[in-house]
Each structure stands twice: as C-alpha cells, then as structure tokens.
C-alpha cells in the first residue's frame, strides 16, 4: 500500500499517521488506500461537483465496484482536513455541510494530476493496477518527496535516504 504524501510544508502532521478506518470487519473489502492516497480521491470527487460526505462514501463504494466501502471514521476527519488546508469549503445544506474545491484544492489536484489519474485508475482496477511499474515509482516518488522535504529532515534522514536510493538503483541494474 502507498504511504505518502506531497511537497508543501504547511499540512498538518495528522494526515502522516497511522491508516485509520477503510478495511477490516466483515463484507468490506482489504484496505484499499491509506490517509495520504484517500485525501486526493476525496479532493478529485469534490471537483467533480459539490458532494456531502456521505455521498463521497457512497461514490467511493460505487467506483470500486462495491469491493470498497470506506467508514465514516476515514472520511469526515479527511474533510476536516481539507477544510483546515483551505482545498475545499464547506457550507451548511440543513443538517448536513456541502462541501466544494476551493482555487487552491484545484491548484493542488492540476500539480498532483498523473498521481490522482493513477490512484482513480486503481480504485476501478485495483488487480490490474497495483503491480503497474508506473504506479510504483509514483509511489516512491512521493514517498522520498514527503520524507525527503516535510518536517526539516535532519541531515542524517536525508543521507538515510540517499543510501535506499542508491542501493536500490544498484541492485535494480544488477539484475540479470
């Protein structure tokens, strides 16, 4: 599974954690993304139009062919979230908030685009999709991007770092 995030500094340190919700308890599906995957996949189907959250689970579930059914425990935090990062504005619809992709939330989808594309084609395909090369090193990618550039890394992460890299690079040019 994919843990990562981007390249911005001011996001709050909660969006990194542990997975929350998703998989487990009977009839749902394995855990498909964790919190950093499911924030873009929240973002895209808000850009999309203007939904509640309980509609952005039900998407969620219709898109993966039922194979997924993310918990109210995952995604109303993941709006609190985008709120506090000014992506998405909320406004009261009765009971319940609407929310809609601010100039900034589309900004942040336009400059993470190939990786939203890659995760939207897993969530319809996951099989297929999950061993792709492509969707791999998209992975890595923002894996070193996050490790590599939030919370000042000291010196001795980023050399850490560099050591996998390289190492990695080796062994992957070493193959017969």
Do not use: W
Not at 140 to 151: D, R, S, T, W
Request: overall charge neutral; aromatic content about 6%.
């Amino acid at each position: 599974m994919f843990g990562f995030s981007h390249h911005h500094h001011h996001h709050p340190r909660a969006a990194h954690g542990p997975h929350h919700g998703g998989g487990g308890g009977r009839g749902r599906g394995p855990k498909m993304f964790d919190a950093g995957a499911m924030r873009y996949i929240v973002l895209q189907l808000i850009s999309e139009k203007p939904r509640h959250g309980y509609e952005i689970i039900k998407e969620l579930e219709q898109r993966s062919g039922g194979g997924y059914t993310p918990s109210p425990g995952a995604i109303y935090p993941l709006l609190s979230m985008l709120l506090d990062m000014g992506h998405v504005s909320a406004s009261a619809d009765g009971n319940k908030k609407l929310h809609t992709i601010t100039a900034e939330g589309e900004a942040f989808l336009a400059e993470n685009r190939q990786f939203v594309d890659a995760i939207v084609a897993r969530m319809s395909d996951p099989a297929e999709s999950r061993d792709d090369l492509r969707t791999i090193m998209h992975e890595l990618k923002h894996a070193v991007i996050a490790q590599g550039q939030e919370n000042h890394p000291s010196a001795a992460k980023l050399e850490h770092i560099r050591a996998i890299l390289r190492r990695t690079t080796a062994e992957i040019l070493a193959l017969e």
